[in-house]
């Protein structure tokens, strides 16, 4: 079993799957376990960088199309 706060799943083509777990440190040292929850926390944040993106790629296809608008000059 894995000390990993969550577990992804990946295979070339389909969806990934991320799980989300409760950490379980048995008898691992105070340092050790500072190391895998700033491991952890880098891994999230991250994540948190990956949903941003997908987020304003999708707020981009949510904006009306419209005509570009075309300066003319009068004289």
Not at 1 to 7: K, L, Q, R, W
Not at 32 to 61: C, V
Request: zero cysteines; aromatic letters at 6%; glycine letters at 4%.
């Amino acid at each position: 079993m894995s000390d990993s706060i969550f577990e992804v799943e990946h295979r070339p083509g389909e969806e990934i799957v991320l799980r989300f777990k409760s950490p379980k440190f048995w008898g691992l040292s105070d340092s050790t376990k500072q190391h895998l929850l700033a491991a952890q926390k880098e891994t999230l944040l991250t994540l948190r960088s990956i949903l941003d993106r997908a987020i304003e790629k999708t707020e981009e296809f949510e904006k009306p199309k419209g005509k570009k608008k075309t300066k003319i000059k009068v004289q």
